[in-house]
């Protein structure tokens, strides 16, 4: 077998053999040229000027015999074809075709250059062909053909001019003549002849072609030479050091000139490498804390809570930064190169083109504004600052700032409600409690024991109001803290009865039905029992509040959606029947009740921390925590709360439990993204 390395081997040192004399070769010939003087050099340039003219001088001239040449057979080969076509025609027109035959014999004999001759009747049908024998048809008619010539189209535009075209055939050139034969205005048919080159123009020709590639590769030797020379001595040398300063003045110190010189060329390469090596060597000793301060400055406009933009002179943004991008939505735009003022919203953008403007004109360095703008609507800090050169003199640019102020200004909104709500809550049970406290301790000899016992019971009941709004606080603050509450498997109808009974007595008080509507046989749940309760609690709290005497108030309990079997029976009744595979239900809870009902403009804020709904049948004070609590609970069980209502009519909310056999892991991922987006919600409204 063949060594295939071996063999791989051997041929890669061929090859670093003859790249090795090739280098040595050059290196020879580079020494021996840089010995010529400058004057040589000159000449060799002089050399070259002449070189090229003489050569384009031959060029010119073989084309134009060659030109000629063809010219030449061209109309030899034309004035053939009229004269045989002048001879013939006559005869065609008198269907002499004996006479014909003759004459076109004669002509072919009598000319070596004509390759065919053929004559075609007014349909391209082929009468007479030379050399081509012919097919006796009749007796009177000894050379008829029956093949059809292909004729050009160029001679059905023109018919009464002959065509004349050459093309080429492995026996050599020729030159086709189409001739139309007319007699008294008639088209007889069409005369084609082909006709060789004359040997002796070609033979002309050639010694002239060879005669001319000589001088010209003689011219060229000299021309080859003279570049040579003027290359290694002065064009070279001279196109290294341009080059070179090209590389200096782009930044690359590493850039050097290795040209064997001598003289005054070879110490100023020498000078240009020496350049090099101390900038170079400057730029080692400073790129790294250019770069360092490089990216310091590049995370630090990155990881900016606030946008930033960067605009040039003429106000096209340069850099932007990730925050900039999601305020503005420019994400996965390119804006480099684009007007800042273009690709903002246009009431942005009129509202801050005097003012870009002024900075531009320098009339102000600096300016502070603040805008309000979208639906729901975001405001917006922008602080807009000059950028000058390090003499304060020219205007670089202008550096934007973009703070998103919505958060706090929202925050800022809470926190007066939040104040308002709970300082009015917290001051009528204070008042309240230190007036029947006062009235006991200053009148207690005057006052009977059932006064007392009143008083006290109302000081009571003020402190538990006290304690209920500390708790709904406390409630709220742990449901946006993230902790994880514990699911367990629990029957859902003992939570919505305890829930009746604690409210029964209130409901009868204000004249209210209050009942519950629990599908038999519910399955069991997923969910926390305590806070459930207080889930029912509000939203049953709530419903009476808000529902005037002789009202309904209800709570329902069923599994949602209804639950199918895996296989539809066989004997089809006409009964509606589910899908093959059904969803795994859930237990839905309704709270409905035909109170007031709720306005559409209170519906979107309902569940909002500190709103509260005031009407004419809501007379109790609230801190608009509850609905916020019961909106908290539900998405830390992975659901939804949600609602549906009409003023005069009713309101009802509803929301679904997962069952006792549902993925638990999959309900505490769902309960953390529920968690995040509980507490970021009124934030995320306004982004």
């Known amino acids: 077998m063949v060594d295939t390395n071996n063999l791989e081997g051997r041929e890669y040192n061929e090859i670093d053999n003859e790249e090795y004399k090739k280098n040595y070769w050059i290196s020879r010939l580079f020494a021996w040229w840089s010995r010529f003087s400058l004057r040589t050099k000159l000449l060799a340039i002089a050399t070259l000027v002449v070189s090229l003219l003489m050569t384009g001088i031959t060029f010119f001239a073989l084309n134009s015999i060659q030109r000629d040449a063809g010219m030449n057979d061209t109309r030899y080969a034309r004035d053939l074809g009229l004269l045989l076509s002048g001879n013939v025609t ?49 007796s009177d008619s000894q050379l008829q053909l029956t093949r059809r010539l292909k004729l050009p189209s160029e001679l059905k535009k023109r018919p009464q001019f002959p065509l004349v075209r050459q093309h080429v055939t492995p026996q050599g050139q020729v030159t086709d003549v189409f001739v139309p034969m007319l007699w008294k205005g008639k088209y007889l048919g069409t005369l084609a002849l082909g006709v060789t080159p004359n040997k002796k123009a070609l033979a002309s020709a050639a010694l002239t072609r060879e005669l001319t590639i000589a001088v010209f590769i003689s011219i060229w030797v000299l ?71 490089q990216i310091k400055q590049q995370s630090l406009i990155a990881t900016m809570a606030d946008g930033a933009i960067l605009l040039d002179s003429q106000g096209k943004i340069v850099l932007t930064n990730p925050t900039a991008k999601r305020l503005f939505r ?133 402190t538990d109001r006290l304690t209920r709004l500390v708790n709904d606080v406390l409630d ?58 207080q889930v029912f609690d509000n939203l049953l709290g709530n419903g009476l509040k808000f529902s005037p005497k002789n009202s309904n108030l209800i709570i329902r309990a069923y599994t949602w959606p209804d639950t ?42 309902i ?33 939804e709360i949600r609602m549906a209502s009409e003023v005069g009519v009713g309101t009802t909310f509803w929301f679904d439990l997962a069952l006792a056999q549902s993925d638990k892991d999959e309900l505490l991922t769902q309960s953390i993204n529920n968690t995040d987006n509980f507490s970021n919600s009124e934030v995320s409204k306004i982004i």
């Open 607 to 639: 569940f909002d921390r500190f709103y509260r709904v005031e009407n004419a049948v809501h007379t109790e004070q609230g801190t608009g925590l509850g609905l916020s609590i019961v909106r908290g609970i539900i998405e830390k069980h992975g659901g």
């Open 330 to 462: 420019w994400e996965g735009r390119f804006l480099e190169g684009k007007y800042f003022l273009n690709e903002i919203p246009e009431i942005l953008s009129n509202d801050l083109h005097t003012n870009i403007e002024s900075i531009l004109k320098r009339e102000k360095e600096k300016d502070d504004l603040r805008f309000s703008l979208g639906e729901p609507s975001r405001t917006l800090r922008i602080v807009l600052q000059s950028v000058l050169d390090t003499n304060k003199v020219e205007l670089k640019g202008i550096a934007v700032t973009i703070q998103d102020l919505t958060r706090e200004v929202e925050l800022n909104a809470a926190q007066n409600r939040f104040i308002s709500n709970v300082s009015h809550e917290l001051r009528t049970p204070l008042f309240n409690i230190k007036s029947y406290v006062e009235t006991l301790y200053d009148l207690k000899d005057q006052l009977s024991n059932e006064e007392q016992l009143e008083f006290l019971g109302i000081a009571n009941s003020e």
């Open 90 to 138: 006559e005869l065609v027109a008198n269907n002499q075709k004996k006479e014909i035959s003759n004459v076109a014999e004669k002509f072919w004999r009598s000319s070596r250059n004509l390759r065919y001759i053929f004559f075609t009747d007014s349909e391209d049908i082929v009468q007479l062909g030379i050399p081509i024998s012919a097919t006796p048809t009749s």
């Open 564 to 605: 199918c079997p895996a296989f539809p029976p066989s004997n089809n009744d006409g009964a509606p029947q589910c899908e093959l595979v059904s969803p795994l239900p859930k237990v839905r809870i309704e709270i409905a009740d035909t109170g007031s009902g709720i306005s559409q403009a209170d519906q979107e804020k």
């Open 223 to 293: 021309v080859i030479l003279g570049a040579v020379f003027n290359a290694l001595t002065i064009t070279r040398p001279v196109r290294e050091l341009v080059r070179g300063v090209r590389e200096i003045s782009k930044g690359n110190f590493k850039s050097r000139i290795s040209l064997p010189m001598t003289g005054d060329l070879g110490e100023l390469l020498n000078g240009f490498n020496r350049m090099a090596t101390q900038l170079e060597n400057y730029d080692e000793a400073n790129i790294e804390e250019l770069k360092a301060a």
């Open 476 to 533: 709220l603050s742990r449901l946006e803290s993230g902790k994880i509450i514990q699911l367990e498997e629990m029957d859902i109808k003992p939570a919505i009865e305890q829930t009746l009974r604690n409210y029964r007595l209130n409901a009868v008080e204000k004249n209210v039905s209050l009942s519950h509507d629990i599908e038999e046989n519910i399955p069991s749940i997923l969910g926390n029992f305590d806070l459930l309760l």
